[in-house]
């Protein structure tokens, strides 16, 4: 079995924004491209908005953007950016085939992002085709139990470093 950093392939730049409710929770949404979409809430595989970011694109405004593009919102603000890129290989399986065939993973710059919206204005039908088919509000401690597939440990990492994040707002 080839180790997946053994590849050639290099790494895609990519966003990640965990948006977080005034009231302390964040948003997830479920994948519609991986199995369980389209049933119950408790099946499918979840995740944080994120996207790559385009040549000459600032990280900054890749994740606006990517928000904006996924959930239909720009009703967020930046309250932080992660200070490292955090990088992840694909599983085996999916390298030559996840994100065009072209990369082995991703490097991901992080954000918590204030949501100043409210739910009406979250549209995952934004985008063609949608990219998610439901979403929720959750406590960020218990994001690592969702189903977030191979990006557990990203999400382990990101529950501890972002979690000042989760007291409330006035």
């Known amino acids: ?10 790494y895609r730049p990519n966003v990640g924004a965990m948006i977080f409710h005034a009231d302390g929770r964040i948003f997830i949404a479920r994948r519609t491209d991986m199995p369980g979409a389209g ?13 790559g970011i385009d040549t000459g694109e600032a990280p900054e405004k890749a994740v ?13 603000r930046i309250l932080a950016e992660h200070p490292e890129w955090i990088t992840y290989d694909l599983p085996q399986q999916l390298i030559g085939r996840a994100l065009g065939g072209k990369y082995r993973g991703q490097t991901q710059k992080w954000f918590a992002l204030a949501f ?5 204005d979250i549209r995952l039908d934004a985008q063609t085709p949608a ?14 139990q969702q189903n977030v597939g191979f990006k557990k440990p990203i999400y382990d990492r990101l529950v501890q470093d972002f979690a000042q994040f989760t007291k409330p707002r006035s």
Request: charged share 25%; hydrophobic share 35%; glycine share 10%.
């Open 1 to 10: 079995m080839r180790d997946a950093s053994a590849t050639p392939l290099p």
């Open 39 to 51: 049933g119950p809430l408790n099946e499918g595989t979840w995740q944080c908005p994120q996207g």
């Open 64 to 76: 606006l953007r990517e928000v904006a593009e996924e959930i239909g919102t720009d009703k967020v």
């Open 116 to 120: 100043e919206g409210t739910d009406v």
């Open 131 to 144: 990219e998610f088919d439901a979403w929720q509000w959750i406590d960020l401690a218990t994001l690592p």
